[in-house]
Nanobody, 129 residues
Framework: QVQLGESGGGLVQDGGSLSLSCTISRRTFSDYDMGWFRQAPGKEREFVAT???????????IYSDSVKGRFTISRDNAKDTGYLQMNSLKPDDTAVYYC???????????????????WGQGTQVTVSS
């Protein structure tokens, strides 16, 4: 059974930064696309960013328009860990953040929630104004 675990959430002021991590166990992380999603209270879960397993491809990273230029997704396959660096945070970024992996090995990596098979338990990010 694949397990994903997020860490790094917390409370930060408007304009601050946080770094999230996602560690995978019982699978070879380098074989799969990894995505970050978030869900705010009363809203549907939405796409944030994804990074494909084909790290050599030019279109391997995709961001939602709401986080482009502020968030950076990355991965360290040797550590079986993915990251989401979040800068210039806004109160609208407040949500539970989830990492997920796509076993379909798509190109480019998918942005749809439906394409991701395994999910972490989520970590809370709260941005105060």
């Amino acid at each position: 059974q694949v397990q994903l675990g997020e860490s790094g959430g917390g409370l930060v002021q408007d304009g601050g930064s946080l770094s999230l991590s996602c560690t995978i166990s019982r699978r070879t992380f380098s074989d799969y696309d990894m995505g970050w999603f978030r869900q705010a209270p009363g809203k549907e879960r939405e796409f944030v960013a994804t990074i494909g397993w084909r790290t050599w491809r030019a279109n391997n990273i995709i961001y939602s328009d709401s986080v482009k230029g502020r968030f950076t997704i990355s991965r360290d396959n040797a550590k079986d860990t993915g990251y989401l660096q979040m800068n210039s945070l806004k109160p609208d970024d407040t949500a539970v953040y989830y990492c997920a992996i796509n076993v379909g090995r798509s190109a480019p990596p998918p942005t749809s929630i439906l394409e991701y098979t395994y999910w972490g338990q989520g970590t809370q990010v709260t941005v105060s104004s």
